[in-house]
Nanobody, 122 residues
Framework: QVQLVESGGGQVQAGGSLRLSCAASGRTFSKNVMGWFRQAPGKEREFVATINWWNSMTRYADSLKGRFTISRDIAKNMVYLQMNRLNPEDTAVYYC???????????????WGQGTQVTVSS
């Protein structure tokens, strides 16, 4: 399995930006597809974005296109999520995951980080 550690969460005012980071270690061949998901209180975990580790192809939730950008740094074994023009509806715990598919179905991902809290105040 791949070990994942997220960082970069915090509190920000509406309209602001945050960049989340995910450090990956372990069985690198297991992280062909990596993704970001989020879970707000009382809601199911939802797909944010996925990236193919080897060819950098990306996919986003339709509602987040244009505001969020996923990227990866092969040399550093890092995945990032740049979040711009944040609004209170983006408040959630954000999770990094590995080993799934580009469609972003949570059940397909075998490795998960512990999550990082993002809180957007109005």
């Amino acid at each position: 399995q791949v070990q994942l550690v997220e960082s970069g969460g915090g509190q920000v005012q509406a309209g602001g930006s945050l960049r989340l980071s995910c450090a990956a270690s372990g069985r690198t061949f297991s992280k062909n597809v990596m993704g970001w998901f989020r879970q707000a209180p009382g809601k199911e975990r939802e797909f944010v974005a996925t990236i193919n580790w080897w060819n950098s192809m990306t996919r986003y939730a339709d509602s987040l296109k244009g505001r969020f950008t996923i990227s990866r740094d092969i040399a550093k074994n890092m995945v990032y999520l740049q979040m711009n023009r944040l609004n209170p509806e983006d408040t959630a715990v954000y999770y990094c995951a590995a080993g799934g598919t580009m469609t972003g179905t949570p059940a397909d991902f075998g490795s998960w980080g512990q999550g990082t809290q993002v809180t957007v105040s109005s």
